[in-house]
């Protein structure tokens, strides 16, 4: 599976997404240790905190299905730009991935961007941290 393709499933999986409030669709793949991809999509809610990002879907599906690591994760949204992932989904990909995990950003078009964990969450608060 390369970048372009997990991308791919991200760009199509946006069409569920469920944001009546920010009308802002974003799609999240994952590709699990596995082999397997497993996707997710932004989930708003009224009561704004209880809103759940399309990476944290993602990988809280890979994770109910038995998976343990995850070797990628690829992020659209509605944007003509690049998005990336908010701080608790870079504290939540931490926790299932490693430092060079691959987190691939794109948007609406063909432009993306590649991005090692470590890279986008240095000094990473982990397990280790608190053992």
Do not use: W
Request: proline fraction near 2%.
């Amino acid at each position: 599976m390369d970048d372009r393709e997990l991308l791919e499933h991200a760009k199509n999986i946006k069409v569920n997404s469920y944001s009546p409030y920010s009308r802002f669709r974003v799609g999240a793949a994952v590709l699990a240790q596995s082999g397997e991809i497993y996707c997710g999509v932004n989930i708003e809610n009224a009561s704004f905190g209880a809103t759940n990002c399309a990476e944290r879907t993602a990988i809280f599906t890979a994770i109910s299905a038995g998976e343990q690591k995850i070797k990628a994760i690829a992020i659209s949204g509605d944007s003509t730009g690049i998005i990336y992932p908010c701080g608790i989904c870079r504290q939540v990909i931490a926790e299932f991935a490693s430092e060079g995990t691959k987190v691939i950003c794109g948007g609406n078009n063909n432009e993306f961007r590649v991005f090692k964990l470590k890279d986008l969450l240095p000094n990473a608060f982990l397990k280790d941290t608190i053992e």
